[in-house]
């Protein structure tokens, strides 16, 4: 069974304190892992695909990295506005391709 | 590019009345797509998924009867709350994946509210 586990549950962060966010993960052939953002009611938003190990994509602040067992997404000089919950999501190969979600981690920058 | 949308954002209805919430794909064709359910400070538990012509796929412990979920056309699917009552009550999301990528792309949510 997929299995994704996210950490921490919640982090506090300084604007401008620079921090990681963790996606570990086990699934049998990884087909991708995915990140998104999600905003108090709303839906989550898609930040990245990651499809195998070794492999990084940016965007403004964000930066993800990906491993056989783990993914981190790296967030560089935080702002408030980039408060919400990260969801860290994977989806195998073969089968249904149904995607597994971990459960968040819940941002809050401070100014 | 990828933009779902989902209509109604917000719903209220009586006990015991249906709700139908629709959610299309509107740049893209979704071969698949899926229905969740979120509490408040939860994730996400996915409910269902279908395939474009297809009966839906429901997760273990989900009331087929009570969630109808249609996915007729490959731009549209639809999410029927039958003979809804407040525990029902909760934030419902679809979301939809094309056959050129491996990522699904979600629609804003609607919040259904049963009195």
């Known amino acids: ?111 | 590019g990828a933009v779902v949308s989902q209509h109604p954002s917000w719903v209220i209805c009586k006990s015991g009345t249906s709700v139908k919430i629709e959610c299309r794909s509107l740049d893209f064709q979704a071969t698949t797509m899926f229905w969740y359910r979120q509490f408040p400070k939860q994730s996400l538990m996915l409910m269902a998924t279908s395939n474009e012509g297809s009966k839906a796929t429901y997760e273990q412990g989900v009331e087929k009867d009570k969630f109808l979920i249609n996915h007729a056309s490959l731009t549209l699917s639809t999410l029927t709350v039958t003979s809804a009552h407040p525990e029902d009550s909760s934030f419902y999301i679809c979301s939809a994946r094309g056959s050129s990528f491996t990522e699904q792309f979600f629609g804003p949510g609607t919040r259904l509210t049963v009195l």
């Open chain 1, 1 to 111: 069974e997929d299995q994704v586990t996210q950490s921490p549950e919640a982090l506090r962060l300084q604007e401008g304190e620079s921090s990681s966010l963790n996606c570990s993960y086990t699934v049998s052939g990884l087909r991708g892992l995915f990140w998104y953002r999600q905003d108090p009611g709303k839906g989550p938003e898609f930040l990245f695909t990651l499809y195998s190990a070794g492999e990084e994509k940016e965007k403004e602040r964000l930066k993800a990295t990906l491993t056989k067992k783990e993914s981190f997404l790296h967030i560089t000089a935080p702002k408030p506005e980039d408060s919400a919950t990260y969801l860290c999501a994977v989806q195998a190969g073969g089968g249904s391709y149904i995607p597994t979600f971990g459960r968040g981690t819940s941002l809050i920058v401070h100014p």
